[in-house]
Nanobody, 124 residues
Framework: QVQLVESGGGLVQAGGSLRLSCAAS????????MGWFRQGPGKDREFVAA????????YYADSVKGRFTISRDGAKNTVYLQMNSLKPEDTAVYYC?????????????????WGQGTQVTVSS
């Protein structure tokens, strides 16, 4: 089994920044992609960003492009989401996910393991 634990969420004012972390443990795979999704109040879970196994390829939702940056530290089995210029509409529970595929993927069904989520609240 794989365990994913997110951290770094919190309350921030609009225009501020937060950095989320997701640590993977347990049975980790040498080549896997990771991603971030979010679910706002009353909304479906949506894709935010993804990174391939080597970290050399990333993909973002249009709504966060230019503001968020996904990265990973292979030695630590950890993926990060740096969020800048936050907006109230970024308020959501953010979930980390792991895919056994090597390439970046942006759909929920392509991810095999999920974290419990971390709350991000952006005040106006």
């Amino acid at each position: 089994q794989v365990q994913l634990v997110e951290s770094g969420g919190g309350l921030v004012q609009a225009g501020g920044s937060l950095r989320l972390s997701c640590a993977a443990s347990g049975r980790t795979f040498s080549s896997y992609a990771m991603g971030w999704f979010r679910q706002g109040p009353g909304k479906d879970r949506e894709f935010v960003a993804a990174i391939n196994w080597s970290g050399g390829n990333t993909y973002y939702a249009d709504s966060v492009k230019g503001r968020f940056t996904i990265s990973r530290d292979g030695a630590k089995n950890t993926v990060y989401l740096q969020m800048n210029s936050l907006k109230p509409e970024d308020t959501a529970v953010y979930y980390c996910a792991l895919s056994r595929r090597m390439t970046v993927v942006a759909t929920r069904v392509d991810y095999d393991y999920w974290g419990q989520g971390t709350q991000v609240t952006v005040s106006s």
